[in-house]
């Protein structure tokens, strides 16, 4: 956490009151030298409103304060070395951003370097000037370099806040992003589970429907049509079942293995729409819940197509457990091209880190689900 900073107007008013008080009791021994100090206080003024808004101005007042002042500081009486300070304090502040630099979070150094340079050979010349020891001389680079560094150590205080600021608002902005990718990555889900769980049973449910009421409406035969009515209340019972084992998997409760579910699946088939359905299973292992449900899901899926689109055609699902499982649906005549149920299976099985490839293959259509072992 960055430590807050002192404000920097309260800062910049306390330099100028210093300066004020400093000045007033100036006694310079030459009168030309309240020129110099007048004009040097105006445009230390003017640069420290001027720093923000227009920094290059801003640096070239200071700049002149400094070096101006510092040309007169050996004088006696001048006690010009307090616009040197505030000035050089002012400019170890300043915000110089770099132009290649869009965040401004890197500052150059160089207009820091030449203001120092200017004021130290400045300096120099005022010894000479007026005829000052080299204990003067070292002084006022001493006092010159401890403004200095207490105007850096501000100016990196104000760049470790705008950073944190920076840090925050794209922290809120990647949880904002990342919520949104989880509110699509929940409606595609829901949409998946939807349709895994209600679109076989209610496409069943409603051919069964449909052929009661041709049974009704063309023939008259009850009999028939109340055969098929009852159908269509087991697949009701069915697919309030397939629900609760839907909920039960996103629950983590135990679901049931996928051979003996296949094979139910394959039962239930047969009976709904009167076709043969051969079931194989080659090898033995364990599947994780999730594997388990997009498989089913696929499974599900496909012995759906089959009996909307190829009516009265047999039907072959394999499951093989070998370098991890791969379940095959097989079944006479081109079941269907790319809709939402493909389109759900091979999401589902995306998640588990599977595969799906529906097509035809010859006179079928083959459906195959891969999931690899990891």
Known sequence: MVPPAPDSCQTKEFCGHVAVAVLSTSRPAEPWAWFVLGGGFAFFVAGTLLMTVRPGLAFGLLMSVAVSNALIAGMEGSNAL???????????????????????????????????????????????????????????????????????????????????????????????????????????RIARDLHDVLAHSLGALSVQLELAEALLDERDDRTAALDHIRRSRRLAVQGLSEARNAVAALRADDVPEVPQALAALAEQHEADHGVAVRATVEGTAQTESGVTVALLNAAREALTNAAKHSPGQRVDVELRYQDGVRLTVRNKGVTAGEGFGLAGMRERLALVGGTLTAGPDGDDWLVVAEVPDE
Do not use: H, K
């Not at 630099?101 to 200017?118: H, Q, Y």
């Not at 150590?153 to 470790?160: C, D, G, K, L």
């Open 82 to 188: 307090v616009l040197v300070l505030v000035a050089v304090a002012d400019v170890a502040v300043m915000d110089f951003r770099r132009r290649d630099d869009s965040a401004g979070c890197r500052n150059s150094n160089r207009p820091i370097v030449g203001a120092g340079t200017g004021v130290v050979i400045a300096f120099a010349l005022s010894a000479a000037w007026f005829d000052q020891p080299d204990s003067w001389y070292f002084s006022q680079l001493l006092w010159t370099a401890v403004l200095a560094a207490f105007g850096l150590n501000r100016r990196q205080y104000e760049i470790q806040v705008r950073q944190t600021e920076q840090l925050l608002e794209q922290t809120r902005r990647a949880q904002s992003q990342q919520s949104r990718a989880a509110a699509l990555e929940e409606r595609g």
